[in-house]
């Protein structure tokens, strides 16, 4: 055994003896380069040493193994290079000072490390954060190579809120969301003028985006505050489905329903349909001609559902966003057109065509029936939850809606007091 190992060194010395004596330019090349590659070897495997063992060190409790600097920030560049410094964009809020942080259940939790741990690159602690919009996209849009996930994912839906101001019906989404943690992220994108917040404990405490955009009716500031809340949903790597939802939105079934057929379902839930009048195809701008044509031109409700694929794909839009930005204004509304004409163009087998969030269009108008208090009854709940037929990973089934609009805040009471029973919400 010993004699083994000691032969290549002993024949190695051999050779440089045989060679030294020459003096000649070429073997001196050959022991510096030897002593070169040996050193970039060694070091290399220090290094790579370094950076596995730094990511172990912060959870095992044994002894912590000296993590120098260096490693560290070798660590944070594989897994997340630093923003281009170039940006032009202007930050969307002044940035903020993070101490401490507030978890999904609205309770604080202190920072007690220093190092930047695991679960700090899954999912961002803090709803706000001091990116600008195009690193906020860019960060968005990365996709690991490596489809194994190195932990336990389990898919969460991204509940997404588009909201003017305050969420009056904040109570019955609360009950909703009781005892689901674990299952579901929420994020709020709040017009920046309103500066209330909900209260500590509610689910929606703390979860408001960073914005800067004054969200207008019917204008292309709709567009960029949903792709915002895509993107800083899309940060948190268990979030896998993603709802837009409104703050005259509710849900109308309890929350293990809806997670199970959104997780479970093959398909994307972005309405889309050809309308050959003037509110369809009526709105179509031929300056588009060059990327769309007016056959491929799509009408929709705003409120989507989508899968990740598909969000990342929406942030990542270089082509359409600023097309629909320059040529969709005003009467065009870009909101009903944008993603049921971009996802009927290039995802088209994907996407069911159909919207999960119930409207009554039947009054007609720019605007949906809007429900009051005395409106709301089990037989309207019961009729929105089951009233109609339609496609569900190949079958047919009666439950077409999860989500339905618009109920004022005066619903809030009776919804309180029927919701749990109709809808089964989970105890
Ligand atoms: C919020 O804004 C209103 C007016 O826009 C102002 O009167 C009020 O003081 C503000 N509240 C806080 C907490 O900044
Ligand atoms: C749907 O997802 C749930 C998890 O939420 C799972 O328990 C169930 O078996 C799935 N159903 C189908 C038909 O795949
Ligand atoms: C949705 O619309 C696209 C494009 O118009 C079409 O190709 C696709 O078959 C439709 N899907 C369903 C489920 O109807
Ligand atoms: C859909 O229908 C097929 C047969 O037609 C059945 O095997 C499958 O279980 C059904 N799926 C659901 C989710 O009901
Ligand atoms: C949730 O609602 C479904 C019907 O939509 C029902 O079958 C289920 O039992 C409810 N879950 C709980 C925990 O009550």
Redesign the pocket.
Known sequence: MKQQEQRPQTSLLKLFNDLLPLGGLLPKFFLIGFGFTLGIIASFCLMNNQIFNSHDTHFSSSPPLQVTQSALVQLSLLISPPAPVTSQAQPLAPSLQITSSVNENGIEEKDDHQLIGWKDYLKPLEAMHDLNEEELLWRASLVPQIEKFPYKRIPKVAFMFLTRGPLPLAPLWDKFFKGQDGFYSIYVHSNPSFNESEPQGSVFYGRRITSNKEVRWGEFSMIEAERLLLANALLDFSNERFVLLSESCIPLFNFSTIYSYLTNST?TFVG?F?ELGPVGRGRYNHHMSELIEIEQW?KGSQWFEMDRQLAIQIVSDNTFFPLFKKFCKRSCYADEHYLPTVV?MRF??T???RSLTWVDWSKGGAHPARFIRTDVTKELLDRLRSGSNC?YNGNTTNICHLFARKFLPSTLDRLLRFAPEVMRFDK
């Open positions: 398909q889309a050809d799509r009927s088209p087998k996407n069911s065509n496609q």
